[in-house]
Structure formats: C-alpha cells, structure tokens
C-alpha cells in the first residue's frame, strides 16, 4: 500500500507565484509508491482550460515530474475550480477523483470528498452551488467569450463575498449531522475534507472528522503510510486525536 498525501484549498493564483513555488517545492520530496489526493480547490479561480491553463504551466509540469518519479495524482474539483476540464487532466497527468470517494488505507475507510455539500445550514449556497455545476449552464458558461466569463466571475464573487459577510459563520460550516450520515451511510469511520479552512480533528458518533488546512503561505498536508502514524503538517493536530 503507498504512501498517501491529503492536500487540499491551495488556491493558487497565476499572479502569486509564491504559491506555486511553494507547491512544486512541497511536492519534490515525494516520489515512487506514493499517491497524491488533491481535495478540491486546488486552484482559486478556474474559468476554462483555454482561458487559465496557459498560466499555470509550473502547476502542470510539478505534477508531471512527480509522475516520472512513480508518484500518482487524483484530483477533487471543489466550488473554486469545478471547471477544470480534460486539457488540464491531460497537461498534468492527474486524475480525476469523484466527489465523495471511498478509499481504504491502513486499516481504515477513508470518505474523502470537499466538503461544499456538507454544509447543508447554507441553504442559499446549496441551492447556487446546484445551479451553476448544472451541465447545461456548464455548456453555456465554457461557451462564451473570456471576457464575458471574466465578468460573470467577478459578479459571482461579489455576490458571494456580500452574502458571507450577512452569514452567521456557522450556518457556513460543515453540518456534523450531515457529516455523520455520510460517515455511517459510505461504512467509513473517518471523513477527510477541505474547504471550511479549519483544520482539526473533530470526533462524531461514527467516527473522526478531519479538516485539512488551506495553503495561506505555508504548506498543509496529511501524509500517511501504512504502518506509521500520520503526519500531521501545519493542521493544528496530531495523530493521536486521529485514533490511530
């Protein structure tokens, strides 16, 4: 079984290049017989392979060298960059990973998915989440003219930024009946996602819930081999509050 790497919430910028620096530097220390596990978000904005896939060439060839050293990716969209697409699938050698996805490591099943889904309170965001990865709107979005997606991004960004700020912050978080559920229903006994930026463990009925950390200017990882305790890197835990 290999050695297996969480990451997710990088949101790299083409105009930060520290952050895909930092990506490509992280990633170098890891080579044959490991796997990488991308939990969505990856990137901060994704607007279309033609439009942003140019810009992100020290993205694609970090991953690329990782795979010539025997290293495998399996890359989760999440709400940032759903619209990565095959021409970006193909330049990195990643593969895409569905969201939720069951996956058993040392011993344990791993339900690993975003984490956008789990907040059900956010019945707004549900409900636009739903909208806009519909494939019709998806078709039509990729379709237009970049300017015109460049726009409706911002609009988006706006409206979500307005509407967070008018949020209580814990309708926007991960529902721990929801979380529960989903434990109990995949037989999983930990449930391993980004998106909220809280890194932890936190225990549920069925089992631990684990948070990984957004990438603000420092690495954050799960790094995991059968046999040994996980490495808990810059997630305000360690593996003893994982129970394994």
């Known amino acids: 079984m290999p ?17 895909l620096v930092l990506f490509a530097d992280f990633l170098r220390h890891f080579g044959a017989d490991s796997e990488l596990y991308v939990l969505g978000d990856l990137f901060d904005l994704w607007l279309g392979d033609d439009l942003d896939l140019p810009h992100y060439a020290p993205v694609t060839q970090a991953l690329e060298a990782y795979a010539k050293r025997g290293g495998r990716t399996l890359l989760m969209v999440g ?22 996805y069951l996956l058993e490591h040392a011993g344990r099943r791993l339900l690993l998915t975003h984490g956008d889904a789990l907040c059900t309170s956010d019945v707004d965001y549900q409900a636009f989440r739903t909208r806009i990865r519909a494939p019709a709107f998806v078709a039509e979005f990729l379709a ?21 700020a008018q949020k209580d912050t814990t309708v926007m978080q991960v529902d721990a009946m929801a979380a529960d559920a989903a434990l109990r229903d995949s037989d999983a006994d930990i449930l391993l996602h980004g998106h909220t930026h809280q890194p ?33 890197i810059n997630m305000d835990c360690d593996a003893a509050e994982l129970g394994v």
Do not use: C, K
């Open 3 to 19: 050695l297996r790497i969480f990451i997710a919430d990088l949101h790299l910028r083409a105009d930060v290049p520290q952050g």
């Open 79 to 100: 709400n940032h960059d759903f619209l990565l697409g095959d021409g970006f699938f193909s330049a990195s050698g990643a593969l895409p990973l569905t969201d939720p």
């Open 144 to 164: 237009m003219p970049a300017e015109r997606r460049q726009a409706m991004a911002r609009e988006f960004q706006e409206g979500s930024r307005s509407a967070t």
């Open 200 to 232: 932890g463990v936190y225990r549920l009925p069925m089992g631990r819930r684990v948070v990984l950390g957004p990438w603000h200017g420092r690495e954050s990882a799960l790094v995991w081999l059968p046999g040994e305790p996980p490495r808990m």
